[in-house]
């Protein structure tokens, strides 16, 4: 072949290509295959016909485990929010937050329901949907969003506060906005509302010192948190970094607190390894604020099976030895005590 002939027709084979590259960009929706889509039909028929709520509200749950494969039941979905059920509705809304990821008929009718849903558990549901959708539902339900964290439900207090936090991002006025918004939440008298908002600051980008305070408090013994708030609040605040310095001791309490479990009750096991999740977390986050007080407690977790490569890792984090060490970590464990 010659050379002109082939230049040719690489010229055209790019070009035959190009455009296709261009349509590539980003994730596709996944299809269903028939026998899903059957399934998807099946179920979409029982979710708003069903004869028992439990059917109606079972049905939806499924639809949502499938996820964005079974988009096409988001009419049938947004039919059983205004279900006379309060329980079908918010089955639905999580629902929608699962297969609706593509879908702006999915925030619209999420939108509505926060906005002008008729019981507070199925706006908090409505609000966890659009959280769970994100980017997509940031203009249509930012304001909605807003709004509702004056509501006097909790519920939907901490969830339009969580689904801030998520459908912010990558808006810098609208992250300016939520922060200002959710910053009072870190007062509120609901312990959970108070934690969901916290957790939205950090993902936001938020360093103040009552924010800090709040998560320190949470990862504390003393603070009645279940083991995956504690885990929650430890990663946060390994993610504030450097702004986080005065949570040291509190993360190296943490690192050391062995699970007090009784082998004879159920999912002992189980229990271990969530309450090792919660420290390998607090291992994680001194890497990541770099403080050298931690560095005893972080060679100490090496000795653990459980946190050993999270330790290696998060002293590879810490400055040279010697370098800024003002304290050791004993010494800095007094807020604990």
Known sequence: MSLPRLVTLLAAALLLSGPASAKDKGPKKPEPTPEQR????????????????????????????????AEMAVPSLVQALKDRDVSVGCAAANALGRVGVYSKAAVKGLTATLSKGRDPLLRASAAEGLGMIGALARKPAARPLLSA??????????????????????????????IKAIQPLLSDDEKR????????????????????????????????????????????????????????PTLIAAVREEAQINKAIPYAEQRRAQHDEFRRAAVVALGEIGDPRARAALERAKQTSALAEAAEAALAKLPPEGEGEEKSDSEGESDDD
Do not use: N, W
């Open 38 to 69: 059957t399934e998807i039909r099946q179920l979409m028929r029982r979710a708003v016909g069903g004869r028992h709520e439990a059917r109606r509200s079972e049905a939806a749950t499924k639809l949502g485990r499938m996820g964005p494969v």
């Open 149 to 178: 964290l004056t509501h006097k439900d909790q519920d939907l207090r901490r969830e339009a506060a969580k689904a801030l936090g998520l459908v912010s991002e990558g808006d810098e006025k609208l992250t300016k906005q939520a």
């Open 193 to 248: 509302v108070r934690r969901a908002a916290a957790l939205s600051l950090v993902r936001l980008g938020d360093t103040s010192p009552k924010l800090v305070d709040l998560l320190k408090a949470t990862v504390t013994k003393s603070g009645r948190a279940i083991v995956e708030e504690r885990r929650d609040a430890s990663a946060a605040l390994g993610k504030l970094g450097a702004a986080a310095r005065s949570a040291v």
